[in-house]
């Protein structure tokens, strides 16, 4: 996904994070096992566009086709922005892309962008 007309833009101080391994089998039935469930939760603690609100939760998912190593909350207290169009409770997808680092110069480049 990338940012457009519905997408909520918001950023997160990320809290936790938990990786859990698994495997997949191919049509001919070979195994892969280098796949990887990431699961992160945050804070949101800006909101550039969107009807989030500051404080809220929010958890997230992204799934990997690699293992990682298991070094769980690596990202503990890191900024990120979120561009998503969904607003929920309950933890949502995101692709690669849809949740990049903080970054002061691109987070000046969305705000004179949405003014």
Known sequence: ?????????????????????????DAAGGEHP????LHFTGTVVNVYKGDWAISEKISWTHDLDKRIPL?????????FFVFTDAHS???IFLDTGDW????????QQIETALR
């Open 1 to 25: 996904m990338t940012a457009c007309a519905s997408t909520d833009i918001l950023a997160a101080r990320h809290m936790t994070f938990t990786a859990r391994r698994r495997s997949l089998r």
């Open 71 to 79: 070094e769980a909350n690596k990202h503990r207290g890191k900024l």
């Open 89 to 91: 409770d309950k933890e």
């Open 100 to 107: 990049p680092r903080w970054d002061k110069t691109l987070a």
């Open 34 to 37: 280098a796949r990887s469930d």
